[in-house]
Nanobody, 122 residues
Framework: QVQLVESGGTLVQPGESLRISCSAS????????ASWVRQAPGKGLEWVAG????????TYVDSVKGRFTISRDNAKATLYLEMNSLKPADTAVYFC???????????????WGQGTQVIVSS
């Protein structure tokens, strides 16, 4: 069955960097787009970054542009989010979501991981 398992979330100080991962199984990973979506305490879901299957076009929400990088390793069936210059406003549970098509946009997200907690605090 399809599984998405996030990892790497932790407590970091403002200005620090962190990479979180999403390990995928149960489907042909490189055929599908994917996104990272976050949920800050007491708030709704916010789409953060999306990456299509090929050629791997990445797009970001304005608040993370220039600081976050989404990438994928198809051989390892893993999606990554590299986060630099972290701010307290980045504190959230981060979820990876699989698109039902090769694009990250314009399609439903049919599978989600359980999330990984990132806390940015001094």
């Amino acid at each position: 069955q399809v599984q998405l398992v996030e990892s790497g979330g932790t407590l970091v100080q403002p200005g620090e960097s962190l990479r979180i991962s999403c390990s995928a199984s149960g489907f042909t990973f490189h055929h599908y787009g994917a996104s990272w979506v976050r949920q800050a305490p007491g708030k709704g879901l916010e789409w953060v970054a999306g990456l299509s299957a090929n050629p791997g076009t990445a797009t970001y929400v304005d608040s993370v542009k220039g600081r976050f990088t989404i990438s994928r390793d198809n051989a390892k069936a893993t999606l990554y989010l590299e986060m630099n210059s972290l701010k307290p406003a980045d504190t959230a549970v981060y979820f990876c979501a699989k698109s039902s098509s090769s694009n990250w946009y314009g399609s439903d997200y049919d599978y989600w991981g359980q999330g990984t907690q990132v806390i940015v605090s001094s």
